[in-house]
Every structure is written in C-alpha cells, then in structure tokens.
C-alpha cells in the first residue's frame, strides 16, 4: 500500500528524486502515465500488467479512449542510483509540472502533482464531502 505525502523539486533534466519507501514499493522498474484530476500515476510493473489485462478485456468501443490516455502517455522508468527518475517532458506539461512536485500515495498506485495544484486540491476538499463517502463505505 502507497502512503504518505512528500515534496520536492526536479532538475534541470525533468528529473524527481523519488521517495525511498515509494519507490522499494514500486520496484527497481515501473511506470508512469496520466492520471485522472490532472495528475500523473506511477504503478509497480505489476499493477501495470493487471491493469493492462483489464483494460484489454474491455469492449473495444468502451476501452478505446482509456487505451489512448492511459497507453500513449506511458513511459517505463528506472531510479537511478540516487533514486532519480525521469518525469517525461510530455507527461510534465499534463500535469503542468513545472519545478516543485508533491510524490503522494494513493493506497495502489502513487500520483505526481504539481505541488501548487496539490496544495490548493488539499484546501478545497470538503470534510462533509469526505465524511459521507466514509459512511457509504461503512467507515
């Protein structure tokens, strides 16, 4: 399970320094892509795959355009030795991450926000919004 908020900025390259116990988590190879909400989402290899057999199940006429988000925008990444990884320009300017960036666990995957945009989302979440999806879920 992702858990956990953390910031930090890129490089002159497009390079983030990936949290440590995210990145174990996800292993020494995965992927990252679009996400929903403006984000972008880093999935273990192993996720991936489950997700792509989902996906690839699905009624071409359902799945075509989840194909395209998801697929064309992937990119397989590996941390460096220092634990960098590099944040595609294409998938940056998605997200419009420009320099800082907030590395969130988000329970099966992680997500990369633009740490301006996370900051302000975080502000605008309504507690009873919040409190009534709890109770629908028997929390």
């Given amino acids: 399970m992702f858990i956990g908020e953390f910031y930090h900025s890129l490089d002159e390259k497009g390079r983030v320094n990936f949290p440590a116990k995210l990145r174990e988590e996800l292993g020494e190879q995965f992927v990252i892509t679009k996400g929903l909400d403006g984000c972008l989402s880093a999935y273990s290899m192993e996720k991936w795959e489950h997700i792509s057999k989902i996906v690839e199940g699905l009624p071409q006429a359902k799945a075509r355009n989840l ?52 900051v302000r989302l975080n502000a605008e979440m309504d507690s009873d919004e919040i409190a009534s999806a709890m109770d629908e879920l028997g929390f």
């Fill in 67 to 118: 194909k395209r988000f998801m697929f064309s925008s992937a990119t397989v990444v590996n941390p460096d030795k220092q634990g960098r990884v590099l944040v595609a320009l294409n998938l940056r300017e998605f997200a419009g991450i420009t320099k800082d960036i907030a590395v969130i666990g988000a329970s099966d995957h992680v997500e990369l926000w633009d740490k301006e945009t996370w």
